[in-house]
T-cell receptor, first 115, second 111 residues
Framework: NAGVTQTPKFQVLKTGQSMTLQCAQD?????MSWYRQDPGMGLRLIHY???????DQGEVPNGYNVSRSTTEDFPLRLLSAAPSQTSVYFC??????????????FGPGTRLTVT | KNQVEQSPQSLIILEGKNCTLQ??????????LRWYKQDTGRGPVSLTI?????NTKSNGRYTATLDADTKQSSLHITASQLSDSASYICVVLGTHNDMRFGAGTRLTVKP
Protein backbone atom coordinates (compact mmCIF):
# COMPACT_ATOMS: atom_id res chain seq x y z
CA ASN A 1 0.00 0.00 0.00
CA ALA A 2 1.19 3.52 -0.81
CA GLY A 3 -0.81 4.87 2.16
CA VAL A 4 -1.74 8.55 1.85
CA THR A 5 -0.13 10.42 -1.02
CA GLN A 6 -0.15 14.15 -1.63
CA THR A 7 0.90 16.21 -4.63
CA PRO A 8 2.61 18.52 -5.16
CA LYS A 9 5.21 18.51 -2.39
CA PHE A 10 6.02 22.21 -2.86
CA GLN A 11 4.08 25.02 -4.54
CA VAL A 12 4.51 28.77 -4.92
CA LEU A 13 1.48 30.82 -5.90
CA LYS A 14 0.84 34.48 -6.52
CA THR A 15 -1.96 36.22 -4.65
CA GLY A 16 -5.25 35.60 -6.39
CA GLN A 17 -4.24 32.41 -8.17
CA SER A 18 -6.18 29.21 -7.64
CA MET A 19 -4.93 25.66 -7.37
CA THR A 20 -5.84 22.19 -6.20
CA LEU A 21 -3.87 20.12 -3.72
CA GLN A 22 -4.28 16.44 -4.45
CA CYS A 23 -4.74 13.71 -1.84
CA ALA A 24 -5.28 10.02 -2.40
CA GLN A 25 -5.36 6.93 -0.20
CA ASP A 26 -5.41 3.26 -1.12
CA UNK A 27 -6.54 1.82 2.21
CA UNK A 28 -10.29 2.02 1.51
CA UNK A 29 -10.70 4.51 4.36
CA UNK A 30 -14.03 6.25 4.74
CA UNK A 31 -12.82 9.26 6.73
CA MET A 32 -10.49 11.81 5.14
CA SER A 33 -9.47 15.25 6.27
CA TRP A 34 -7.31 18.26 5.46
CA TYR A 35 -5.23 20.19 8.00
CA ARG A 36 -2.92 23.15 7.88
CA GLN A 37 0.12 23.47 10.09
CA ASP A 38 1.55 26.87 10.94
CA PRO A 39 4.66 27.61 13.05
CA GLY A 40 4.00 27.57 16.79
CA MET A 41 0.47 26.30 16.33
CA GLY A 42 -1.15 22.91 16.34
CA LEU A 43 -2.62 21.44 13.20
CA ARG A 44 -6.02 22.90 12.38
CA LEU A 45 -8.79 21.10 10.57
CA ILE A 46 -9.92 22.71 7.29
CA HIS A 47 -12.47 20.25 5.88
CA TYR A 48 -13.31 16.61 6.37
CA UNK A 49 -15.32 13.85 4.75
CA UNK A 50 -16.97 10.82 6.32
CA UNK A 51 -17.47 9.09 2.98
CA UNK A 52 -17.85 9.60 -0.76
CA UNK A 53 -20.25 12.44 -1.51
CA UNK A 54 -20.19 13.81 2.06
CA UNK A 55 -18.03 16.72 3.19
CA ASP A 56 -18.15 19.15 6.07
CA GLN A 57 -16.30 22.17 7.37
CA GLY A 58 -13.67 22.10 10.04
CA GLU A 59 -12.20 24.84 12.17
CA VAL A 60 -10.72 27.03 9.39
CA PRO A 61 -12.66 26.41 6.13
CA ASN A 62 -12.71 29.93 4.65
CA GLY A 63 -10.95 30.18 1.30
CA TYR A 64 -10.96 26.43 0.69
CA ASN A 65 -13.29 24.02 -1.10
CA VAL A 66 -13.36 20.23 -1.12
CA SER A 67 -15.23 17.45 -2.85
CA ARG A 68 -15.25 13.67 -2.41
CA SER A 69 -16.44 11.95 -5.57
CA THR A 70 -14.61 8.69 -4.81
CA THR A 71 -13.49 6.93 -1.63
CA GLU A 72 -9.84 7.27 -2.69
CA ASP A 73 -9.52 10.97 -3.55
CA PHE A 74 -10.07 14.13 -1.52
CA PRO A 75 -8.73 17.23 -3.32
CA LEU A 76 -8.46 20.61 -1.61
CA ARG A 77 -9.06 23.69 -3.74
CA LEU A 78 -7.77 27.16 -2.99
CA LEU A 79 -10.16 29.53 -4.71
CA SER A 80 -8.12 32.76 -4.65
CA ALA A 81 -4.82 32.35 -2.82
CA ALA A 82 -3.87 34.84 -0.12
CA PRO A 83 -0.57 35.23 1.78
CA SER A 84 -2.40 34.06 4.93
CA GLN A 85 -2.74 30.66 3.27
CA THR A 86 1.02 30.15 3.29
CA SER A 87 1.32 26.97 5.31
CA VAL A 88 2.05 23.27 5.24
CA TYR A 89 -1.01 21.23 4.32
CA PHE A 90 -1.57 17.66 5.46
CA CYS A 91 -4.16 15.20 4.27
CA UNK A 92 -5.13 12.34 6.57
CA UNK A 93 -7.33 9.28 6.42
CA UNK A 94 -8.73 6.68 8.79
CA UNK A 95 -11.08 3.74 8.58
CA UNK A 96 -13.73 5.58 10.53
CA UNK A 97 -14.30 8.78 12.43
CA UNK A 98 -11.47 9.73 14.82
CA UNK A 99 -13.70 9.68 17.89
CA UNK A 100 -13.54 5.94 17.43
CA UNK A 101 -10.11 4.67 18.34
CA UNK A 102 -8.78 3.86 14.90
CA UNK A 103 -5.46 4.93 13.48
CA UNK A 104 -5.27 8.11 11.45
CA UNK A 105 -2.65 8.15 8.70
CA PHE A 106 -1.14 11.38 7.44
CA GLY A 107 0.33 12.17 4.06
CA PRO A 108 3.79 13.73 3.64
CA GLY A 109 2.44 17.27 3.32
CA THR A 110 2.40 20.06 0.74
CA ARG A 111 4.38 23.22 1.52
CA LEU A 112 2.55 26.17 -0.02
CA THR A 113 3.90 29.70 -0.27
CA VAL A 114 1.69 32.55 -1.46
CA THR A 115 3.49 35.74 -2.49
CA LYS B 1 -6.38 29.96 24.34
CA ASN B 2 -5.44 26.59 22.90
CA GLN B 3 -7.34 23.74 24.47
CA VAL B 4 -4.23 21.56 24.38
CA GLU B 5 -1.01 22.92 25.89
CA GLN B 6 2.28 21.08 25.64
CA SER B 7 5.47 21.60 27.57
CA PRO B 8 8.28 22.12 27.18
CA GLN B 9 8.27 23.78 23.75
CA SER B 10 11.67 22.27 23.05
CA LEU B 11 14.03 19.90 24.78
CA ILE B 12 17.60 18.75 24.20
CA ILE B 13 18.85 15.53 25.77
CA LEU B 14 21.83 13.23 25.37
CA GLU B 15 21.49 9.90 23.65
CA GLY B 16 20.59 7.16 26.09
CA LYS B 17 18.82 9.47 28.53
CA ASN B 18 15.11 9.38 29.40
CA CYS B 19 12.70 12.28 29.05
CA THR B 20 9.07 13.13 29.74
CA LEU B 21 6.87 15.41 27.70
CA GLN B 22 3.73 16.98 29.16
CA UNK B 23 0.28 17.65 27.76
CA UNK B 24 -2.48 19.55 29.58
CA UNK B 25 -5.89 19.89 28.01
CA UNK B 26 -9.26 21.47 28.66
CA UNK B 27 -11.28 19.58 26.02
CA UNK B 28 -14.28 18.09 27.79
CA UNK B 29 -15.81 15.64 27.35
CA UNK B 30 -13.27 13.80 25.29
CA UNK B 31 -13.25 10.55 23.34
CA UNK B 32 -9.57 9.76 23.22
CA LEU B 33 -6.11 11.23 23.51
CA ARG B 34 -3.31 10.57 21.02
CA TRP B 35 0.40 11.13 20.81
CA TYR B 36 2.04 11.54 17.41
CA LYS B 37 5.67 11.75 16.32
CA GLN B 38 6.46 14.11 13.47
CA ASP B 39 9.87 13.98 11.81
CA THR B 40 11.04 17.15 10.07
CA GLY B 41 9.38 17.51 6.69
CA ARG B 42 7.09 14.53 7.23
CA GLY B 43 3.52 13.94 8.33
CA PRO B 44 2.67 12.92 11.91
CA VAL B 45 2.79 9.23 12.76
CA SER B 46 0.65 7.76 15.53
CA LEU B 47 2.41 6.50 18.67
CA THR B 48 -0.50 5.77 21.03
CA ILE B 49 -4.25 6.19 21.34
CA UNK B 50 -5.71 6.24 24.84
CA UNK B 51 -9.36 6.18 25.81
CA UNK B 52 -10.91 7.79 28.87
CA UNK B 53 -10.51 4.65 30.96
CA UNK B 54 -6.86 3.92 30.19
CA ASN B 55 -4.10 5.17 32.49
CA THR B 56 -1.01 3.87 30.72
CA LYS B 57 -0.15 2.66 27.25
CA SER B 58 3.22 1.61 25.87
CA ASN B 59 4.65 1.37 22.39
CA GLY B 60 8.22 0.11 22.60
CA ARG B 61 10.31 2.76 24.36
CA TYR B 62 7.36 5.17 24.42
CA THR B 63 4.96 5.14 27.38
CA ALA B 64 1.98 7.45 27.57
CA THR B 65 0.05 8.14 30.76
CA LEU B 66 -3.33 9.76 31.18
CA ASP B 67 -4.99 11.31 34.21
CA ALA B 68 -8.50 12.21 33.08
CA ASP B 69 -9.32 13.80 36.46
CA THR B 70 -6.56 16.41 36.20
CA LYS B 71 -6.72 16.47 32.36
CA GLN B 72 -3.04 15.71 31.99
CA SER B 73 -1.08 13.31 29.86
CA SER B 74 2.60 12.60 29.55
CA LEU B 75 4.82 10.81 27.08
CA HIS B 76 7.90 9.14 28.54
CA ILE B 77 10.74 8.14 26.24
CA THR B 78 13.20 5.61 27.60
CA ALA B 79 16.81 5.20 26.51
CA SER B 80 16.56 7.86 23.82
CA GLN B 81 18.07 7.34 20.38
CA LEU B 82 19.16 9.84 17.76
CA SER B 83 16.15 8.79 15.69
CA ASP B 84 13.86 10.05 18.46
CA SER B 85 14.70 13.62 17.39
CA ALA B 86 11.33 14.92 16.20
CA SER B 87 8.31 16.91 17.26
CA TYR B 88 5.85 15.12 19.54
CA ILE B 89 2.26 16.19 19.26
CA CYS B 90 -0.56 15.61 21.75
CA VAL B 91 -4.06 15.45 20.26
CA VAL B 92 -7.31 15.37 22.21
CA LEU B 93 -10.57 14.39 20.56
CA GLY B 94 -13.91 15.70 21.71
CA THR B 95 -17.04 13.70 21.20
CA HIS B 96 -17.90 15.33 17.85
CA ASN B 97 -14.73 14.51 15.90
CA ASP B 98 -13.22 17.84 16.90
CA MET B 99 -9.52 17.01 17.12
CA ARG B 100 -7.54 19.58 19.08
CA PHE B 101 -3.81 19.52 18.38
CA GLY B 102 -1.13 20.79 20.69
CA ALA B 103 1.67 22.87 19.18
CA GLY B 104 4.13 20.08 19.91
CA THR B 105 7.40 19.60 21.79
CA ARG B 106 10.54 19.68 19.66
CA LEU B 107 12.93 17.01 20.96
CA THR B 108 16.58 16.93 19.95
CA VAL B 109 18.69 13.95 20.94
CA LYS B 110 22.43 14.61 20.78
CA PRO B 111 25.20 12.01 20.68
Amino acid sequence: NAGVTQTPKFQVLKTGQSMTLQCAQDMNHEYMSWYRQDPGMGLRLIHYSVGAGITDQGEVPNGYNVSRSTTEDFPLRLLSAAPSQTSVYFCASSYSQPRIENEQYFGPGTRLTVT
Amino acid sequence: KNQVEQSPQSLIILEGKNCTLQCNYTVSPFSNLRWYKQDTGRGPVSLTIMTFSENTKSNGRYTATLDADTKQSSLHITASQLSDSASYICVVLGTHNDMRFGAGTRLTVKP
